[in-house]
């Protein structure tokens, strides 16, 4: 693997490209931005380029899956979002989830915005509020959460979105679903963060690369998870460890290692939470 910073990556699908189009020419339709991203990655999950489009519109930030990170690091990039004006909300939307925290925030908006149209003697409507963020971070998942059925299609697979679409929630609010959207060219270690939590195609980076890099990152930064789950006794020689976590999961035959299974495994592992609560951008 390259060093980190050194190399952009170059994976920008043409929906995506169509997406930041059609977001641009509807731009002028809506009036609040639901921006969400991984509470994991907080950095590296945020479009720079969805940042800029929407700068002049009401914005909530909403760090999903808050039940899988960090919650001391996460909290310092609340913060730090917050110093810059956003308006953040930390949210599980698996269990449990807190809807009215978002109605909370979102209802003076609502209020806000038909006020001014009384004001120039036009009557209330729906307020449209767009759904934006890069693949898998929850968008869809959220957009259920707010309808409270399934409307939406919802994977754990970048691209499952395709086509912009609008969905009413209620007599005051419609959504419009967007597909995911990076940016054209990711840094090295933004990518494989992204990688490393399934918000790009697994063909985009190596298999073995992503996940020797969440295992160099466990061991720097939540080494007793990692050596926890898979009893390791080696913190150093990689390919020692990649042996040793086959021996724990039963991907050793004939005394070779099925390294495509370990490292698929340990991929697996960090999404499903059991290499612990982890955030793998640095504040």
């Not at 925290?101 to 209020?111: G, M, S, T």
């Not at 959504?175 to 990518?191: C, H, N, Q, Y």
């Not at 061991?219 to 926890?228: A, F, G, H, R, T």
Request: net charge positive; with cysteine.
């Amino acid at each position: 693997m390259n060093n980190e910073n050194k190399t952009n990556i170059n994976w920008y699908p043409g929906h995506m490209a169509k997406t930041i189009r059609e977001l641009k020419e509807k731009i002028d339709l809506i009036d609040i931005v639901f921006e969400v991203i991984d509470a994991r990655i907080p950095m590296s999950s945020k479009n720079k380029d969805i940042e800029n489009l929407i700068i002049k519109k009401p914005h909530i930030l909403i760090m999903t899956k808050a039940d899988l990170c960090d919650e001391n690091k996460t909290n310092k990039w609340k913060k730090y979002y917050e110093e810059k004006g956003y308006v953040v909300i930390l949210i599980n939307l698996l269990n449990n989830p807190n809807m009215r925290l978002l109605f909370d925030k979102i209802n003076p908006l609502i209020n806000e915005i038909n006020e001014k149209r009384r004001s120039k003697g036009l009557k209330p409507r729906k307020v449209r509020v767009a759904v934006l963020g890069i693949p898998n971070v929850g968008k869809s998942t959220l957009i259920n959460r707010l309808v409270g059925k399934r409307s939406t299609k919802v994977g754990d697979r970048p691209g499952i979105t395709k086509n912009l679409e609008w969905i009413r929630i209620n007599d005051k609010l419609e959504l419009l679903d967007t597909p995911g959207v990076l940016w054209p060219k990711l840094d090295e270690k933004s990518a494989y963060n992204l990688a490393a939590m399934t918000a790009i195609k697994e063909e985009v980076l190596n298999l073995d690369d992503v996940a020797i890099y969440v295992v160099k990152k466990m061991l720097s930064c939540y080494e007793e998870n990692i050596v926890k789950r898979y009893s390791l006794t080696e913190k150093k020689d990689i390919v020692k460890i990649l042996d040793e976590i086959g021996q724990k999961i039963g991907a050793i035959k004939n005394n070779e290692t099925d390294y495509e299974r370990v490292y698929r495994r340990i991929i697996k592992d960090l999404q499903d939470g059991y290499l612990g609560k982890i955030t793998f951008d640095e504040k």
